[in-house]
């Protein structure tokens, strides 16, 4: 449980202190652009606190039953008290179910559907600054900045958006520029990118 406690605390600090370095230093045009197209494996979706999961054991209907991932991660099912699911995929945690169940029954066959998604934290898209409604949001492959956009409900009328950054914390917390003025209000494709699980949307207020 200390680390599930840590990582959120050391992520605010990340977050308060690069939003304060976004407003306060204005040079976001000095940084690179954030590149269009993300080159990346196939991506797995990993289970995540605040999921819910069916679990589906083939023949024993009795064990069959929809779980809520908890907060530390873990899941409860019959005949399994406490089992880790958080950074999983449903095939990893469906053979890790079957070790569980081999104790009681015989050849147990386990399929395990997500049925809604939040993710760990690791990997979810936060915005913060001048959008419409600031959040967290799921990563879902491919997922775009006009994705985003459009589930934030876009930005602020105070807001910089040409002055917007991304910060890859998945990718030894790079920073990048995009131009969401450009994108929301001009309809300028070109300004649109790919986003990568973990990325913070920064949206500085303008000055002006």
Not at 110 to 135: D, L
Request: aromatic share 6%; proline share 7%; net charge neutral.
């Amino acid at each position: 449980m200390g680390t599930l406690r840590t990582a959120p605390v050391n992520l605010f600090i990340l977050l308060t202190t690069a939003l304060a370095a976004a407003l306060l230093s204005g040079c976001a045009s000095s940084l690179p652009p954030a590149p269009q197209l993300v080159a990346s494996a196939e991506y797995n979706y990993k289970i995540g606190p605040g999921d819910n999961l069916n679990i589906v054991v083939w023949r024993n209907p009795e064990l069959s039953m929809s779980v809520p991932v908890r907060p530390d991660g873990k899941i409860s099912a019959p005949l399994i008290d406490d089992l880790d699911a958080m950074g999983k995929d449903s095939t990893s945690l469906a053979r890790d179910i079957e070790k569980e169940l081999a104790k009681f029954i015989r050849d147990p066959v386990v399929t395990v559907i997500v049925t809604s998604f939040v993710g760990p934290y690791s990997e979810q898209i936060r915005v913060i600054g001048e959008a419409a409604k600031p959040q967290i949001l799921a990563y879902k492959q491919k997922m775009t900045l006009l994705d985003v956009m459009i589930a934030v409900g876009g930005i602020t009328d105070f807001a910089d958006g040409n002055r917007a950054t991304i910060l890859r914390t998945g990718d030894t917390n790079a920073q990048y520029s995009v131009r969401l003025k450009d994108l929301v209000k001009g309809g300028d494709v070109s300004a649109n990118v790919e986003m990568k699980p973990g990325d913070v949307l920064i949206i500085p207020q303008s000055w002006f």
